[in-house]
């Protein structure tokens, strides 16, 4: 377990050193670093680098002399690349320099990076800087009293502080982002890197902005069997009497009307 050196927010020293978290373990994966660094900077490419290839370059349509005869060797054209003002062979053409790297690959990247700098006790944490206005001599005067005043500085913040990131833009020597936005080239481009307390608190994933947790379903507790066949018996039971009153009353009316008459047979 690594430790690191304890700030203020105002630049004074505490006595106790902040015990890092568990994945700050001090191993280094150089390879990984390596990779990670150069998939950083191949993203960075533009790719637009482009010459005329002799498709491109106008003229030559003729030969410039003919084929024999001359005791000079055969041309097709003058904008072959062999040719003052030709075409360029195998030159660059647009191109996308996208690299792809593993997630895991690229977390184990920034693991190692933070590693390296808390190993070489240039990792520092320090409380939460509150920053009512931006204020670049405010934070000028912090990082000399952290002893990182003529030092590349990374200052990790715990979550998007736009007052602190707008007092470090002009800094030519200094750069403020997120705890989750950090890279491994960032952290390797820095000399001292200065991680607030709150940004360590939850480890790598304190840095985000959470999102709301959905509220739960709620289930309706179902009623045992025995409740219900005995809700359906009695349903069952008050439907009888009914049904013996409703044939009841149509057996009286039945009752009470006269026969019919019988038509008188013809003789």
């Not at 377990?1 to 890092?20: I, K, V």
């Amino acid at each position: 377990m690594l430790e690191a050196p304890l700030f203020s927010s105002a630049g004074a020293r505490a006595t106790a050193a902040f015990a890092l978290p568990e994945y700050f373990d001090g191993d280094v994966n150089e390879p990984v670093l390596h990779q990670a660094v150069t998939t950083y900077l191949n993203n960075q490419r533009q790719g637009t680098a482009a010459v005329k290839s002799r498709s491109f370059v106008s003229g030559g349509n003729q030969k410039p002399w003919k084929q024999k005869g001359t005791g000079r060797a055969r041309q097709g054209t003058t904008r072959a690349p062999h040719w003052r003002g030709g075409g360029v062979a195998f030159g660059p053409i647009p191109r996308d320099y996208r690299t792809g790297i593993p997630t895991k690959v690229r977390q184990l990247a920034r693991r190692s990076a933070l590693n390296a700098r808390a190993r070489e006790g240039s990792l520092l944490v320090i409380e939460d800087l509150i920053f009512a206005a931006p204020k670049t001599g405010q934070l000028v005067a912090l990082f000399e009293k952290l002893g990182a005043g003529d030092r590349k500085v990374l200052l990790l913040t715990g979550g998007i502080k736009r007052n602190v990131y707008l007092s470090a833009r002009n800094l030519p020597a200094a750069q403020v982002m997120p705890y989750g936005d950090v890279t491994a080239y960032d952290v390797l481009w820095s000399d001292v890197v200065v991680v607030e307390r709150s940004a360590l608190g939850g480890g790598e994933a304190v840095a985000g902005t959470e999102a709301p947790a959905k509220p739960k379903r709620t289930v309706k507790a179902k009623a045992p069997k025995a409740a219900k066949a005995a809700k359906s018996t009695a349903a069952r039971a008050e439907a009888k009497p009914v049904a013996k009153r409703s044939a009841a009353k149509t057996t009286g009316k039945a009752a009470g009307k006269p026969a019919a008459k019988k038509k008188k047979e013809t003789e």
